[in-house]
């Protein structure tokens, strides 16, 4: 969608909620526990590739008071493979990859065929999309969602869709991204959603790019807070803030990649013939079923910092097996290296900061934090995965949870007394 066309919609809702008072007014403010489901609203923010400790190194004054007067947790732990995707749609569906096929950003399925970030008709087609995302739990419950960016809320999902969504726009300036959110949040209380998303991935493109602690990482950090700001101020205008609640995470952290750190899996065997699909640094081969094996074998004795598994035999708390779009084999490399399927010039410079690795490895974890009614007030807490956030954020809404792998007692810690 072009940046117009979406001012054209948030002055249409403008224009629709400009007769209104304070949204406060009509009870969407209640306190969580004690209200209806859904009216408490819930903000769910993503903050692309924010790892952990960027709150500790950069001063971010916005997510640091959320941090401080809400609850914060020691890191987010994604799923594997810790990319965009999969643990977007891990988030907000409370099941690991293998469930809900959302195996990897760019991936390929018998009968669909293949799927990338870039490809709309892909992105849109809600045969990829397993599992009930929480936008579908919630307005299958009466209740509506408004996606201001979110893997899968493109799609119709078990034929339906949040009320309000828009089609991914990178270049969709990240402040009026707010005034969007500010909007749904303006509109008359039989229309207003219970249900929103807010997304940037400025600071996971500053990683790839530059690293983790280069100086365009910081100014995509202190830009990112200042949009924080913004929808912080937006709600004070309204008498909301503190009356929403606001979850702010991210999807997977970043690791710094020196440039010399590349290996070519082409070095080392021949790839005509076979499917491939991820990237770096984990690739996934299809090979012809008689080349597995040859194939496995060349990669295990090709480089000390190259490991490949065949499906079957994945580290188990990656619980990445069972799916039909999980290859036979898949190859990564260590933390702070990339691979590369074939030599030859991207036309890009290679990458210094990147993600995807082992989520058991520190600087692959999120960030998450709490803020509102219905969360602990100047709390700390361990490490939370994020499969449990689906479970928390029905709990949150007061909606029955779909079946998930999530489990609200890991949770328990975020939540307000008595909630
Ligand atoms: P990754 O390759 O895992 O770092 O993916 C990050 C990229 O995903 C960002 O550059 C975003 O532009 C892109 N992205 C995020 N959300 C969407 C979406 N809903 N549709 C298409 N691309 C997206
Ligand atoms: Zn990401
Ligand atoms: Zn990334």
């Known amino acids: 969608m072009t940046s117009r066309l979406s001012a054209w919609l948030l002055l249409g809702w403008l224009a629709a909620s400009a007769h209104h008072g304070a949204p406060g007014a009509d009870g969407a403010a209640s306190p969580a526990g004690s209200a209806a489901a859904g009216s408490t609203p819930l903000v769910l923010i993503s903050i692309d590739g924010f790892r952990w400790d960027y709150l500790d190194r950069h001063p971010a004054p916005n997510l640091r008071r959320l941090a401080r007067e809400g609850v914060a947790a020691r890191g987010l732990v994604p799923v594997f493979p810790s990319k965009t995707f999969p643990n977007h749609y891990t988030i907000v569906t409370g099941l690991h990859p293998d469930r809900h096929g959302v195996v990897a950003n760019t991936m390929a399925d018998a009968v669909l065929g293949r799927f990338s970030l870039a490809d709309r008709a892909a992105v849109e087609d809600g045969r990829w999309w397993g599992g009930e995302p929480i936008w579908v739990t919630a307005e299958r419950q009466g209740l509506r969602a408004a996606t201001c960016f979110w893997p899968g809320s493109e799609a119709e999902i078990g034929g339906v869709r949040p009320t309000y969504w828009l089609p991914y726009d990178g270049q969709l300036a990240g402040e009026e991204r707010v005034r969007i959110v500010l909007g749904w949040l303006d509109l008359p209380a039989d229309r207003r959603p219970s249900f929103l998303t807010l997304y940037w991935s400025d600071v996971d493109g500053a990683g790839h790019d530059t690293g983790t602690r280069s100086p365009e990482t910081a100014a995509a950090i202190a830009r990112v807070d200042r949009w924080i700001g913004l929808l912080l101020e937006g709600l004070e205008e309204r008498g909301l803030f503190g009356r929403v609640n606001l979850l702010v995470v991210s999807d997977h952290g970043m690791a710094d990649t020196p440039g010399e750190q590349t290996l070519v899996l082409e070095d080392f065997v021949d790839l005509a013939g076979v499917e491939v699909t991820g990237e770096t640094p984990a690739i996934f081969l299809r090979p012809p079923p008689e080349r597995v094996e040859p194939i496995r074998r060349a990669l295990a004795a090709a480089h000390p910092v190259l490991t490949v598994w065949r499906r079957e035999s994945t580290p188990r708390s990656w619980r990445y097996r069972d799916h039909p ?47 509102g009614p219905g969360l602990a007030v100047n709390a700390r807490v361990g490490r939370i995965e994020n499969l449990h956030l689906y479970e928390l954020m029905c709990h949150l809404l007061g909606i029955e949870p779909a079946e998930n792998e999530g489990r609200l007692r890991a949770v328990r810690g975020l939540l307000a007394k008595g909630h």
């Open 325 to 371: 779009r999980i290859p036979p084999l898949i190859v990564a490399v260590e933390e702070g290296w990339n691979l590369r399927e074939a030599r030859g010039a991207t036309g890009r410079p290679p990458p210094l900061g990147m993600h995807g690795y082992d989520p058991r490895l520190r600087s692959m974890h999120g960030i998450l934090i709490g803020h």
